[in-house]
């Protein structure tokens, strides 16, 4: 069983800054290691925010928030993070850390997540 934990998560103003972690446990990473956001607004169905591969770093991102989102990782303390900068009202969701043990990134936004955390809310005011 995988745990993952979210915080980071707040109130910001259009234009400023969150960056979100994920501490991951309960598992040993390996090659075919994906963690990734996912967000979700209200009313809205959950969509893919940006992933990263843990052996080499390959990331990806959903063309909404590229050049503006960053995901990274600290293989030391099996935590992924999500800076976010520039955000705008609808950035604002539920923001949840997802794993899984998939062959690539498109296999993992395609539904080849693991396991999920609780998730953490980012709102953006106007």
């Known amino acids: 069983q995988v745990q993952l934990v979210e915080s980071g998560g707040g109130l910001v103003q259009a234009g400023g800054s969150l960056r979100l972690s994920c501490a991951a446990s309960?598992?040993?990473?390996?090659?075919?290691?994906?963690l990734g956001w996912f967000r979700q607004a209200p009313g809205k169905e959950r969509q893919f925010v940006a992933a990263?591969?843990?052996?080499?770093?390959?990331?990806a991102y959903a063309n909404s928030i590229k050049g503006r989102f960053t995901i990274s990782g600290d293989n030391a303390k099996n935590t992924v993070y999500l800076q976010m900068n520039s955000l705008k009202p609808e950035d604002t969701a539920v923001y949840y850390c997802?794993?899984?043990?998939?062959?690539?990134?498109?296999?993992?936004?395609?539904?080849?997540?693991?396991?999920w955390g609780e998730g953490t809310l980012v709102t953006v005011s106007s």
């Open positions: 997802a794993a899984g043990w998939v062959s690539t990134i498109g296999t993992f936004t395609g539904g080849g997540v693991d396991y």
């Open positions: 309960g598992r040993t990473f390996s090659p075919s290691t994906i």
């Open positions: 990263i591969t843990w052996n080499i770093g390959n990331t």
